[in-house]
């Protein structure tokens, strides 16, 4: 049983920064790759960003290059995200999760990692 929280999220005005956190606990072991999305009203869940736990080999979506920066500490079984010059548009709930790496791209695999969390919530004002 693996259990995910996400915490980091809030408030912050276009240009600001966040980092967000996700804890794992629980047979994490089993998650070699983990990976944040998010989805804002009314969209879909999106891939943002992941990282590969053998390698820390990193992806991000086209929409955060050059602002995202993905990490995570294999000791205390935690990944970030650090976000920077955020925009009104990166505005949604933030999930980690584990993940798949496919040679279309990553693809959340929440069965891996006991469901999805709750998430975090990122609003951005312009």
């Known amino acids: 049983q693996v259990h995910l929280e996400e915490s980091g999220g809030g408030l912050v005005q276009a240009g600001g920064s966040l980092r967000l956190s996700c804890a794992a606990s629980?047979?994490?072991?089993?998650?070699?790759?983990m990976a944040w999305f998010r989805q804002a009203p009314g969209k879909q869940r999106e891939f943002v960003a992941g990282i590969r736990r053998s390698d820390s080999a990193t992806d991000y979506a086209d929409f955060v290059k050059g602002r995202a920066t993905i990490s995570r500490d294999n000791d205390k079984n935690t990944v970030y995200l650090q976000m920077n010059s955020l925009k009104p548009e990166d505005t949604a709930v933030y999930y980690c999760t584990a993940a798949v790496i496919t040679g279309s791209g990553w693809y959340a695999n929440p069965a891996l990692a006991g469901g999805w969390g709750r998430g975090t919530q990122v609003t951005v004002s312009s």
């Open positions: 629980g047979r994490t072991f089993s998650m070699n790759a």
